[in-house]
């Protein structure tokens, strides 16, 4: 299996060029989304909560991929994993996008609420409302989930005892990011794994001080051609988790490009991270 953690590293990796905003573009699922997952949607509220099962069962444990603006990035990272050959009987994966109810791919105003731990021109600072819900809503429902038989759905659970997963990773981008690094920071325990792409670290509200323990992975992944909006420098901020932190699994990696590329930079990262694929050796 491959692993990008194999020393803390700085690095600069130059890719091609996409756009550099999140376009409102929804992608269409691979025809093959449906053959290798159970795909079903629940909504809690005003979220929608996005789940693709693998259809083949597996005795041994599996890891779980949570990415928030689900509406867009749901289809994209199963569209990702199916690019790159990935098969559910070898390399199976729970994927779970947590959006909105509604049609937007990034809905701006309640992203804006929830993802942000601080009120700024009276806008956000819903981070520890959001976490709550994520917590006592959200987060068994993804166990669930991983605990049920493939053909089985959320309406018809018979709890029983389960391996745990692998591993619980998540990946957050711009203010996704923020709330990822506001979670890392008070409620680690929650991931084992954060992919934290273009954090909105100008928005504030960080304290790297808060921390207290250090046993998650986290990965960064930021575009060179970004500007910097204000608040600690991406590159200094790295640099004193990594102080606070010395022995965690601290990687930071730099995308050709604007604040938009590292979303479609980023999920093969973590996939190719999580995932054996079957003609690896080791």
């Known amino acids: 299996m491959r692993n990008i953690f ?27 989304a449906q053959s290798y997952f159970a795909i079903e949607t629940k909504t809690i509220g005003e979220y929608k ?9 597996h005795a041994k444990p599996y890891p779980i991929l949570v990415v928030l603006d689900g509406n867009a990035h749901f289809p994209f990272v199963i569209n990702q994993y199916i690019m790159h050959q990935y098969t559910p009987a070898q390399e199976p994966l729970l994927i779970v996008g947590i959006g909105y109810d509604g049609d937007l791919a990034y809905d701006v105003p309640r992203r804006t609420r929830d993802y942000t731990p601080i009120v700024r021109d009276t806008k956000g600072g819903g981070a520890k409302a959001f976490y709550e819900v994520l917590q006592t809503q959200i987060m068994p429902l993804i166990q669930q989930a991983y605990c049920t038989e493939s053909s089985s759905t959320l309406d018809s659970i018979v709890e029983s005892p389960c391996a745990k997963p692998t591993d619980i990773v998540f990946f957050g981008h711009s203010f996704g990011g923020l709330f990822g690094l506001y979670v890392f920071l008070h409620h680690q325990e929650m991931f084992t794994y954060y992919m934290i792409a273009s954090p909105s670290l100008w928005w504030g509200g960080i304290n790297i001080d808060a921390l207290d323990t250090c046993e998650s992975k986290i990965v960064f992944t930021k575009g060179a051609q970004e500007p910097h909006k204000g608040g600690i420098l991406f590159s200094d901020f790295v640099k004193a988790l990594y102080a606070k932190c010395p022995n965690t699994h601290i990687y930071a990696q730099y995308f050709h490009g604007g604040h938009g590329d590292t979303i479609k930079a980023s999920i093969p990262l973590v996939l190719s991270d999580l995932l054996t694929k079957s003609d690896d050796t080791q």
């Open 6 to 32: 194999r020393s803390v590293v700085l690095c600069a990796v130059f890719c091609g060029a996409l756009h550099t905003e999140p376009s409102q573009d929804i992608e269409s699922l691979s025809p093959l």
């Open 49 to 57: 909560l996005f789940l693709a099962k693998p259809k083949t069962t």
